[in-house]
């Protein structure tokens, strides 16, 4: 458990630090042909928008890193207490810190997908209207339909 509250204050910790940096990235990404440095596209979004733009967007990133930081560490853990018993070792080596990293990896890449894709469309102009006004219930519904979709539809092609 502590491992998990742990990768929960990482994750918010991270998306407060980096979130305004992540706007810029997606910003200057989504300027095809218009190219523009890190501190003059950081410049003119607070210019032209206003510092509070910087935020946008800012809730699903929290919803999704702080569960993907809190489940990465929690299952690394999980997955190192498994893998010593398997193995019958008794203290990690970096055969298993590598094995439970990846399969802690793998884990943490179910949680981000959907939350991911609601960060980038909600830091776009042009797709920011379709979340107006939805409550975080409503943006919740749209993550999971998301996931289930996506995680799901191989199972749709064999039947």
Same mark, same amino acid.
């Given at each position: 458990?502590?491992?998990?509250?742990?990768?929960?204050?990482?994750?918010?910790?991270?998306?407060?630090?980096?979130?305004?940096?992540?706007?810029?990235?997606?910003?200057?990404?989504?300027?095809? @042909?218009? *190219?523009? #440095?890190?501190?003059?596209?950081?410049?003119?979004?607070?210019?032209?928008?206003?510092?509070? /733009? $910087?935020?946008?967007?800012?809730?699903?990133?929290?919803?999704?890193?702080?569960?993907?930081?809190?489940?990465?560490?929690?299952?690394?853990?999980?997955?190192?207490?498994?893998?010593?018993?398997?193995?019958?070792?008794?203290?990690?080596?970096?055969?298993?810190?590598?094995?439970? @990293?990846? *399969?802690? #990896?793998?884990?943490?890449?179910?949680?981000?997908?959907?939350?991911?894709?609601?960060?980038? /469309? $909600?830091?776009?102009?042009?797709?920011?209207?379709?979340?107006?006004?939805?409550?975080?219930?409503?943006?919740?519904?749209?993550?999971?339909?998301?996931?289930?979709?996506?995680?799901?539809?191989?199972?749709?092609?064999?039947?």
């Amino acid at each position: 458990m502590d491992s998990f509250a742990a990768g929960a204050i990482a994750g918010v910790s991270e998306v407060l630090t980096m979130y305004p940096l992540d706007v810029v990235k997606t910003r200057s990404q989504l300027f095809v @042909g218009k *190219s523009m #440095g890190t501190i003059a596209a950081f410049k003119d979004i607070v210019k032209q928008e206003g510092v509070s /733009r $910087l935020y946008r967007g800012i809730v699903p990133p929290i919803f999704m890193e702080t569960p993907k930081r809190a489940t990465k560490f929690a299952a690394n853990d999980m997955w190192g207490q498994l893998y010593r018993k398997l193995f019958r070792v008794e203290k990690n080596n970096q055969s298993l810190s590598i094995l439970s @990293g990846a *399969s802690a #990896g793998a884990t943490e890449s179910l949680v981000i997908v959907p939350f991911e894709l609601i960060k980038i /469309r $909600l830091q776009d102009k042009k797709n920011a209207h379709l979340y107006q006004g939805m409550s975080l219930f409503q943006i919740s519904n749209e993550v999971l339909d998301f996931w289930l979709s996506q995680n799901f539809r191989w199972m749709d092609q064999k039947i």
